[in-house]
């Protein structure tokens, strides 16, 4: 197998996005089985496909939403499937086996439906596919006890408490987060529950095209390598966002924040989003994103991409823009206990994206060296091992490169390519605001209300103290130095589905014929969204996906 290389993955983004576009042009009434290597979103005829392999569901991913179709398909009795997995079996599981396995699960159906309207307000999402979210998403509990068998542990965790029907809010977590290669310990639950089961796998098995008749009835699925895979009943298209499809991200993510990646899982590359297109798939909800948040690279290697949040334990640090000035703060980050969620944050009337400039970068002091490792292990691609044990410790990370040590600013500008003078001024001010005890411009160590007023200031003497005081620290020789990249969770848009999981077409919204979506490729969260909110709606809007397609005769006895 080829090396996997952020180049090789940038390569394979390009090729995705032209596929799309010839795809787009090619109408659906070509009869001419693909070739190893065709572009993604091509659609050949059935009448003379050589098919591989068959079954009733054709699966493609292998996250929470794959994994779900796959068990609820195997465990009542629904038919058979093939699971189709882009990546080697090492490093399959999408953002699933790498987020922080937190599944949010409202203990109530009206409750579920009021909190995560409010959250989608001012946009809205259609009562009935609101309704089937809601049913399904509050069953994931009794699923995964029942089902799939894991231990869990929950508390009630609304990242937004102000709304409506928070008190209902519950997330749940395993009673182990992770093993020691970064893996989730409740997407492991599911691949076990999978393989006893029986569930079949094809790995490194990159789904490009779907099979259609001549009426546009989805038959299959074709891989890179020229494979057709037949689905008697339909496929269920599962197979994650595009965060590492460097044309779509440039096309969808906001301006100004180029160079964004995902902290996930490098497989992430749109090619579900563009096959349910190039069959005429309405898009819904490209423009939003979870986990907007400053960065930093976990692999020195040039062409190994792998990127984490910072993991600070204290406060002698700073994140400086492009220009060298600070632009938030530092302070605002942490799901449960910052003012981020869920990389929106609020201000001016509403939450909005958090600033994600490009070219900045971070300054630290030895305190914070010292203090333990700043480069979070968790909800990256941790299934990757080398990029999970890829900094053990700073020392690592400095001795690589990705750390840089200067004892005096003049070498920080060096590093960095800030004007010397400019920098001093910019430290020596922000070193008057610890001093003072007082940060002027983004009220940082302040006490503030969850909506990041000043808590008192006029209008707000009496709000609830959310993020509570604390000694700022003076940033101080000797310098670190690391830069800042932009990171997202992941990517929410993708094919609109209906309320049976039915992808739907462009004209008026009817249903492709036998093509179904699950997971975040498509998940009906259009603005705001609580934490484990993904992977919770993964797991039930695979089931969704899998009971309705079960209800079809085959297309071919």
């Known amino acids: 197998m080829e090396q996997v290389t952020r180049r090789n993955f940038l390569k394979g983004a390009s090729i995705v996005a032209a596929g799309a576009a010839v795809a787009g042009l090619a109408g659906c009434g070509s009869n001419e089985a693909p070739t190893a290597g065709q572009e993604p979103g091509a659609m050949p005829g059935t009448g003379s496909v050589d098919w591989v392999g068959e079954a009733d569901f054709i699966i493609v991913g292998s996250g929470a939403a794959g994994l779900a179709a796959a068990i609820t398909c195997y465990d009542e009795g629904l038919g058979d499937a093939i699971v189709l997995e882009v990546a080697p079996e090492e490093e399959m599981g999408g953002n699933s086996r790498c987020c922080g396995q937190g599944v949010f699960s409202p203990d109530s159906v009206e409750a579920a439906i009021e909190y995560q309207s409010a959250l989608s307000l001012p946009y809205v999402v259609e009562d009935d596919?609101?309704?089937?979210?809601?049913?399904?998403?509050?069953?994931?509990?009794?699923?995964?006890?029942?089902?799939?068998?894991?231990?869990?542990?929950?508390?009630?965790?609304?990242?937004?408490?102000?709304?409506?029907?928070?008190?209902?809010?519950?997330?749940?977590?395993?009673?182990e987060g992770r093993n020691t290669d970064g893996s989730g310990t409740l997407w492991l639950d599911m691949k076990d529950k999978a393989d006893e089961l029986g569930v079949p796998f094809e790995y490194e098995a990159r789904a490009i095209s779907l099979v259609t008749?001549?009426?546009?009835?989805?038959?299959?699925?074709?891989?890179?390598?020229?494979?057709?895979?037949?689905?008697?009943?339909?496929?269920?298209?599962?197979?994650?966002?595009?965060?590492?499809?460097?044309?779509?991200?440039?096309?969808?993510?906001?301006?100004?924040?180029?160079?964004?990646?995902?902290?996930?899982?490098?497989?992430?590359?749109?090619?579900?989003?563009?096959?349910?297109q190039a069959v005429g798939a309405k898009l819904w909800h490209m423009n939003n994103f979870s986990g907007n948040y400053p960065g930093f690279r976990t692999l020195a290697v040039d062409n190994d991409d792998?990127?984490?949040?910072?993991?600070?334990?204290?406060?002698?640090?700073?994140?400086?823009?492009?220009?060298?000035?600070?632009?938030?703060?530092?302070?605002?980050?942490?799901?449960?206990?910052?003012?981020?969620?869920?990389?929106?944050?609020?201000?001016?009337?509403?939450?909005?994206?958090?600033?994600?400039?490009?070219?900045?970068?971070?300054?630290?002091?030895?305190?914070?060296f010292d203090?333990?490792?700043?480069?979070?292990?968790?909800?990256?691609?941790?299934?990757?091992k080398k990029v999970f044990e890829s900094f053990p410790d700073n020392q690592a990370a400095m001795d690589a490169g990705v750390v840089i040590k200067c004892e005096t600013l003049a070498e920080v500008?060096?590093?960095?390519?800030?004007?010397e003078a400019k920098l001093t001024a910019v430290i020596d001010q922000y070193n008057g605001f610890v001093d003072a005890g007082f940060d002027e411009h983004f009220h940082r160590g302040s006490d503030l209300s969850a909506m990041g007023w000043l808590v008192p200031s006029p209008g707000h003497e009496n709000d609830e103290i959310y993020k509570a005081a604390f000694d700022l620290e003076k940033i101080e020789s000797p310098y670190y130095v690391t830069e800042i990249v932009n990171t997202v969770l992941n990517s929410q848009?993708?094919?609109k589905r209906n309320a049976n999981g039915q992808i739907v077409?462009?004209?008026?919204?009817?249903?492709?014929?036998?093509?179904?979506?699950?997971?975040e490729m498509g998940a009906p969260y259009p603005y705001l969204y609580?934490?484990?909110?993904?992977?919770?709606?993964?797991?039930?809007?695979?089931?969704?996906?899998?009971?309705?397609?079960?209800?079809?005769?085959?297309?071919?006895?």
């Not at 979210?133 to 542990?153: M, P, Q, R």
């Not at 799901?335 to 970068?361: C, M, N, Q, V």
């Not at 203090?371 to 990757?384: D, I, K, Y």
């Not at 934490?531 to 006895?557: K, P, V």
């Open 129 to 175: 596919i609101m309704n089937a979210w809601a049913e399904e998403i509050c069953k994931n509990v009794d699923w995964l006890t029942d089902v799939v068998g894991s231990d869990l542990t929950m508390e009630n965790h609304p990242e937004f408490p102000e709304m409506p029907g928070s008190d209902h809010i519950l997330l749940v977590n395993p009673e």
């Open 371 to 384: 203090s333990g490792n700043l480069f979070s292990p968790s909800s990256f691609a941790g299934q990757l």
């Open 413 to 419: 500008a060096a590093a960095t390519g800030y004007d």
């Open 530 to 557: 609580n934490q484990g909110g993904n992977f919770g709606e993964a797991m039930s809007s695979g089931r969704i996906a899998i009971r309705h397609a079960a209800t079809l005769d085959a297309w071919e006895a």
């Open 213 to 276: 008749s001549d009426g546009n009835e989805v038959r299959g699925v074709t891989t890179e390598d020229g494979r057709n895979f037949k689905a008697r009943k339909g496929v269920i298209l599962a197979a994650g966002g595009f965060e590492f499809n460097e044309e779509m991200m440039q096309t969808y993510c906001p301006c100004g924040y180029s160079g964004t990646k995902g902290k996930g899982t490098w497989w992430n590359r749109g090619d579900g989003i563009l096959m349910a």
């Open 505 to 519: 077409g462009t004209i008026d919204e009817t249903p492709i014929p036998r093509l179904y979506g699950a997971g």
């Open 493 to 495: 848009g993708g094919p």
């Open 306 to 368: 792998a990127r984490t949040w910072p993991s600070f334990k204290t406060h002698d640090y700073i994140f400086l823009d492009a220009y060298g000035d600070r632009y938030m703060n530092e302070d605002c980050m942490g799901i449960g206990e910052g003012l981020l969620r869920h990389g929106k944050i609020f201000r001016h009337g509403s939450y909005a994206d958090l600033d994600l400039p490009t070219g900045g970068w971070c300054i630290f002091g030895q305190n914070a």
